[in-house]
């Protein structure tokens, strides 16, 4: 638990502060959820001056929770949205699922033009608290705590000046064909039944794999050329022997953001 760096004043599920993790009602979960959705929206449209009626694309992703009606279709009854907006609703996978949704707005972007989008991104954790004791399950319990967000994003070149960033490149790779990357975060239940996810030690070498496919797409599109060449000479001139020289990546990049719960 120290070693997490979870302090004092994060946020915790309520089921879990009142003792009821272990028999967790549909009504206790959407309470969570809508406690974070709305929040962060009605920040947002507070903040950005955009009216819910304004928006044209709809992207939430939580990963432990389907209801019906959906996610989106909740938002979409509490702020009264258009009737022709466009929605998606992402479930069950994991903690990537912001940048895929982010990709999808990406995509839907390059045939509307002039357009809002909203990413809403959070977890349902009370209901999946794990209750058991195995020590790989245990560890989702203390990575992961209450928390989301809402996302504006817009094509319009009119609000160039307010945006806060600017995607310039996107990539994804879905290693879900390696068994080892498969098998290494996967919800199951314990000897004694109780629901959780297991955490494996094939975890980091997965994750190393995976980045390592991600890099081979995105640094020729965000180093400069300088550097490539610098590398590729470098490369030829000292390949195989030992303590070669690798990639500068600070030459293309400001700040590397890590997934809080990977660290």
Wanted: with cysteine; glycine share 6%.
């Amino acid at each position: 638990m120290v070693n997490s760096g979870i302090g004092e004043d994060s946020y915790i599920p309520k089921i879990v502060m009142d003792g009821k993790e272990e028999n967790p009602t549909l009504s206790d979960s959407l309470e969570e959820i809508d406690d974070l959705f709305f929040q962060t929206l009605d920040n947002l449209f507070s903040k950005s001056k955009v009216s819910p009626q304004e928006i044209d694309i709809l992207v939430v992703n939580v990963s432990l929770i389907s209801p019906v009606p959906s996610l989106t279709a909740r938002i979409i009854n509490r702020y009264k949205m258009r009737p022709d907006l466009k929605v998606y609703n992402l479930s069950g996978m994991g903690c990537s699922s912001s940048l895929i949704a982010i990709d999808i707005v990406k995509d839907m972007f390059k045939v509307y033009k002039r357009k809002f989008a909203i990413v809403v991104s959070t977890e349902s954790l009370g209901a999946n608290w794990y209750c058991g004791n195995d020590n790989s399950m245990m560890l989702s319990n203390y990575l992961f705590r209450s928390g989301g967000c809402s996302m504006l994003f817009t094509n319009n070149p009119n609000f160039k000046n307010r945006a806060i960033l600017k995607l310039s490149h996107m990539v994804r790779t879905h290693f879900g064909s390696n068994d080892e990357a498969y098998e290494c975060c996967i919800q199951v239940e314990d000897s004694k039944g109780y629901l959780g996810f297991r955490l494996t030690k094939k975890l980091p070498r997965a994750a190393a794999q995976a980045l390592t496919m991600n890099f081979e797409v995105l640094l020729p599109k965000i180093l400069p050329i300088w550097e490539l060449v610098r590398y590729f000479l470098v490369y030829m001139w000292r390949g195989k022997e030992k303590g070669t020289m690798g990639l500068n990546l600070k030459s293309g990049v400001e700040h590397f953001c890590i997934h809080p719960g990977g660290r």
